[in-house]
């Protein structure tokens, strides 16, 4: 009886035993079963987080790369500007951001692909504008050329015309011919001595000139002495000439009618005489037209 119970308990013992060998082998199986899991799971986050990394070093190169296209594009057009500048700052913005996971890179990435055609189309847009503003270039440049070469002409022109007007207005000019100057005595006979004088005699030929306007001229004289003074009759004898005032001596006046016309202008002797070489000028409409010379003496 004592026997069959230590058998017994020997028997429940040695099952007891295996349990707890089978248990402890099943753990450290599931043990070694979740190890395994967490270094593979970890080798895959760890993986994951390189590729991550990788994928926003990469967009991010890409975006500074699109920076720095739009950077290069350059336009003169203010609203293509503006837009350039808002692409810009779209892409400064998505630089900022701290992209976490590959749904949002992948988001990032189809927003950088966007972006990249919508410069593609910018550039399009400023090549057309620039070819279009080198042809604005080349045609005002031609315009500027144009413009210039007929400035030119027309300094060309109106020099042309100021030498004509001057070539004209010389033409134009009556001149004085055979101008003949003599003293007379109270007889009207010819005299050189100062104490016979009663007048001098100065007669010419206004020559006849067809460009000129005919009408009323006013002939001035003037009798300068040995002494470089002039004689004048009265100190309001004054005549406009080279914008300055010169006094003369005497003046007459004759209808002129653009031919020959023969004319005297006397002086008297009022006691201005003296004795020497004299010199006469004789002017019309603000020219000298001719000039003379004489001489009286004392005996």
């Known amino acids: ?24 082998v099943i753990l450290t199986l ?60 779209r892409i400064r913005r998505l630089l900022a951001i701290n992209a ?33 503003n080198k042809l604005l270039a080349a045609e005002n440049q031609n315009i500027k050329q144009k413009f210039s070469q007929v400035q030119k002409t027309n300094v060309e022109l109106e020099k042309a015309r100021e030498e004509l007007t001057s070539k004209v207005e010389i033409a134009s000019v009556i001149q004085a011919k055979d101008i003949i100057a003599v003293a007379l005595n109270k007889n009207r006979k010819e005299t050189t001595r100062i104490d016979r004088i009663d007048k ?15 009408g009323k001229k006013t002939v001035y004289m003037r009798i300068i002495r040995p002494d470089q003074l002039v004689i004048a009759t009265s100190p309001d004898n004054l005549f406009e000439f080279d914008s300055s005032k010169l006094i003369f001596t005497e003046s007459r006046s004759v209808d002129y009618m653009n031919q020959d016309v023969e004319m005297c202008i006397y002086v008297d002797n009022t006691g ?23 001489m009286l003496t004392k005996r």
Not at 204 to 213: G, S
């Open 1 to 24: 009886m004592t026997y069959q119970n230590n058998s017994n308990y020997s028997e429940s013992s040695g099952k007891t035993l295996i349990f707890l060998i089978s248990v402890t």
């Open 30 to 89: 599931l043990l070694a079963f979740l190890v395994i899991s967490y270094f593979s799971q970890k080798n895959k986050m760890i993986e994951m987080e390189t590729v991550l990394t990788q994928e926003k070093d990469s967009l991010a190169n890409e975006l500074r790369k699109l920076m720095y296209g739009y950077d290069t594009l350059k336009s003169n057009n203010d609203t293509l500007n503006a837009r350039l500048e808002r692409e810009r700052e």
């Open 100 to 132: 976490s996971n590959v749904e949002l890179i992948k988001k990032y990435r189809a927003e950088i692909s966007t972006m990249r055609e919508i410069m593609k189309s910018y550039i399009v847009q400023i090549d057309s504008l620039n070819t279009r």
């Open 200 to 214: 001098l005699k100065v007669c010419f030929t206004l020559r006849e000139n067809p460009i000129a306007q005919a």
């Open 272 to 294: 201005d005489f003296i004795p020497g070489n004299y010199t006469g000028e004789l002017y019309l409409e603000g020219h000298m037209i001719g000039s003379f010379t004489f």
